[in-house]
């Protein structure tokens, strides 16, 4: 686990592996990242912080109607620094139901994998198509 100084650093790290959408913390304050945390620790009474701060967001979104994958971090914040402690990706059906989860723990934001490798931790590989044996060259 790796400390982060300051959330001006830890926002930068995840959008450039590709976490640029927008966050809930602590399952409100929507916004980008760094925004959504620094709305959720303004709002919180002064001592009343936790130091286990849970982010959620879509990795990957087509529609209501089509499986979406999500993923939800764990971070403990102390003394003003951010360590990321787990992330749980989940491919859920347009019901909510998990088709396929991954659960990464021992992470750090240097550690943590990019958004698409994420996406691909949960995502159904393509299937390959047997090639006919009976295609050949006509003269």
Known sequence: MEAI???NTFAKILTAKGYDGYFHTQGAYAGKLKASISEYLANSPKGVVKQELLLTCFLQWAGEDLPRVE??????YLNGKFFLNSMEVAKKDRYGQVLKQ??????SVVTAPKAKEAI???SDAPAQKATSQNRRFKH
């Open 120 to 122: 691909a931790m949960v």
């Open 71 to 76: 993923c939800l971090m764990r971070v403990k």
């Open 5 to 7: 100084s300051d959330l």
């Open 102 to 107: 991954s659960e990464l723990t021992d992470l």
